[in-house]
């Protein structure tokens, strides 16, 4: 991580001081600790300079940069700004040899990158921290307004509950906040071919392709739709069309066209020099969306991995930068940083990040056997995007996941316990969406957060009954399950949404054209319990841990617990082969009328 701003003049000693700033992690709900605070004094006395330190929700460390003295390099720092909320990020320097009052501009750069809260440290002359300006921006009113406070030490700050305030700022946040929408959202127009006679299924998947660019934070400007037979192989809409929605971009102003489906890199080279603004397909636009919603460890990873993966070809020439796309969406990478975008770094990039995934993944695999040492059974939520899957996790757990009307709003795998009367109690996995035309680089790199998916002993399949498309977004879940080798396991249809359907009729259908089906609304709290109940009577049986010795006649019982059990431990000795595995009631109890467990 290196650090932005004027580092001219500084020494290397400094310079490194600031690098391992990256590493200090705050505590979440707390605005900054002891220890960088009292490092960013220490750099500010000894260098006379402004330090700004940038940190996330979750305490992370996004930037560390200099100023010159009195202003903050603020364009060199990227935050994510949608519409309606704070940033999630939030600054927090140094005034070298003054108080920590915020000072006008300090106020202006809370507004424009509409930080969480601005913090300045006042450094007294003999380096110590003095007095400290807190600065909130409110989103009420017609007009931004910004509030600051002084703290008397950074006692004071340190225990400051800044997200409380955050929380209830965005709370009461006017929706119509009329946050300059022209510098914070980009413009989109979307474009979808037709190559089929019945334009129903492309203009749903362009709709959908609306849903997926507000997702991302676009205003979306208009749709367009061509026909033609097929694809064209230079420029995918032909050249005359091209040309059409070049003069639609000029004269909307619009920032960015996206089209429905994956593009070639020489189609989107060619359609970048016809339109003459960025180009953005449907698979960037996902992995865009991917790369703001991944929060743990490893799904940042995947999803950095298969954007440079889908990257990679598309940069023309050896070691040219991605100046085409500029900033913003298509540019930017997992947890607020901008992608590499150099050739030769990238492909370092994705070895490192292949290796370091290898490392993430041979930990997670030690917290599932925690949980699998627990001998629950594991039930998996699957379904289309916006299925309402997180709303019946929480239904179910109370487990406080994300819920939003939005695409995509989980990525990351979420497990909880979840009890059913008579004491007996299932893990429930929370886990990404499915959608239409998924990029495949994005089912390869999920993978392996679907394999807790694979793994369940059931699955409830949760469709949004209300949704026009219902029956392809079945489908297109089922590709998917199949695709996973997990279509055969035992599934419930868990039919959502059941309040906004008004016709019976509707609701019928669904619960004939599916096996085992529920019908629940998550919102009202509807066929809760029978979905319970159902689960209770589709769960699998308990595993229990055993140990067995199987003498060698009796060899065939190893096939058996390899095909109906989980092995754990497998050892060849002089009477017989000892085994140690996860069982099921009933191969417990053969194998004990047999005489054959050993403890
Ligand atoms: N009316 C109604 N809305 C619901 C119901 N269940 C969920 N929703 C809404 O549907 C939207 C999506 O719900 P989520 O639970 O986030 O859906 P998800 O399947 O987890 O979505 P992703 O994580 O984005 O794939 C939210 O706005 C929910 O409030 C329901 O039973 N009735
Ligand atoms: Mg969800």
């Avoid at 460890?297 to 085409?324: C, F, H, I």
């Amino acid at each position: 991580m290196s650090v932005r701003g004027n580092i001219e003049g500084l020494s290397q000693v400094m310079i490194q001081r600031l690098e391992s700033s990256y590493d200090i992690t705050v505590e979440r709900g707390q605005v900054i600790n002891v220890q960088l605070a009292q490092e960013m004094a220490a750099i500010t006395h000894a260098t006379n300079k402004e330090i700004a330190v940038y940190l996330d929700r979750r305490g992370k460390v996004l930037h560390v940069a200099v100023g010159n003295g009195d202003t903050v390099p603020l364009d060199e720092i990227s935050v994510r700004r949608g519409h309606r909320r704070l940033s999630g990020v939030r600054c927090i320097h140094t005034h070298p040899g003054e108080d920590g009052d915020l000072s006008p501009a300090d106020l202006a750069a809370l507004e424009i990158m509409r930080f969480d809260c601005m913090v300045a440290l006042g450094i007294l002359k003999n380096g110590s921290i003095g007095t400290i300006g807190l600065g909130f921006l409110e989103l009420k009113a017609s007009e931004p307004v910004t509030r600051k406070m002084v703290l008397t030490g950074l006692r004071e700050l340190t225990e400051y509950d800044y997200l409380t305030d955050v929380e209830e700022i965005e709370k009461s946040g006017d929706p119509l906040f009329p946050v300059d929408q022209k510098s914070v959202q980009e413009k989109a127009l979307l474009v979808a071919l037709q190559t089929e006679k019945d334009n129903q299924t492309t203009l749903e998947s362009l709709h959908e392709l609306a849903q997926l660019a507000v997702s991302a934070g676009l205003a979306v400007l208009g749709k367009d739709l061509q026909k033609r037979s097929r694809p064209d192989a230079a420029t995918y809409i032909g050249q005359g069309k091209a040309q059409e929605i070049q003069l639609a971009a000029q004269a909307q102003g619009a920032d960015v066209v996206i089209f429905d489906d994956e593009l070639s890199p020489a189609q989107q080279r060619n359609l970048a020099e016809l339109i003459g603004v960025k180009i953005i397909d449907r698979t960037m636009l996902i992995l865009d969306i991917f790369a703001q919603r991944a929060w743990s460890n490893e799904g940042k990873l995947q999803v950095e991995l298969a954007q440079l993966k889908y990257l990679l070809p598309r940069l023309t020439g050896q070691g040219t930068a991605l100046s085409r796309l500029g900033g913003g969406i298509g540019t930017r990478g997992p947890g607020e940083t901008k992608l590499e975008v150099d050739r030769r770094r990238i492909r370092k990039r994705i070895s490192d990040l292949e290796h370091r995934l290898e490392t993430v993944r041979k930990v997670r695999n030690i917290h599932r056997r925690r949980w699998e040492a627990m001998e629950l059974p594991v039930v998996a939520l699957v379904g289309y995007t916006n299925a309402g899957k997180s709303s019946i996790m929480n239904c179910l757990t109370g487990a406080g996941v994300l819920v939003e009307d939005q695409l995509f709003a989980t990525l990351d795998p979420t497990t909880r316990i979840v009890e059913l009367p008579g004491h007996r109690s299932f893990l429930l996995t929370d886990t990404v969406g499915f959608i239409r035309k998924l990029p495949h680089h994005l089912v390869a790199a999920f993978r392996a957060t679907l394999e807790e998916t694979m793994e369940a002993g059931l699955l409830l399949h949760v469709i949004d009954g209300s949704n026009d498309q219902v029956d392809e977004h079945i489908l297109a879940v089922h590709q998917v399950l199949t695709d996973l080798g997990v279509m055969g396991k035992p599934m419930i249809s868990v039919i959502n949404k059941i309040d906004l359907i008004d016709s019976d009729g509707t609701l019928a259908r669904l619960l004939h054209r599916v096996d085992h089906g529920v019908a629940v609304s998550a919102r009202k709290k509807m066929g809760i319990d029978q979905l319970l109940q159902q689960i209770g009577e589709m769960l699998p049986q308990p595993l229990t841990l055993i140990r067995v010795l199987i003498p060698f006649k009796k060899a065939s019982l190893v096939t058996a617990l390899h095909d109906y059990g989980r092995v754990i431990n497998e050892r060849y000795s002089a009477e017989g082969i000892e085994m140690e595995a996860y069982v099921d009631q009933r191969m417990k109890g053969m194998l004990e009328r047999e005489g054959l467990l050993t403890d």
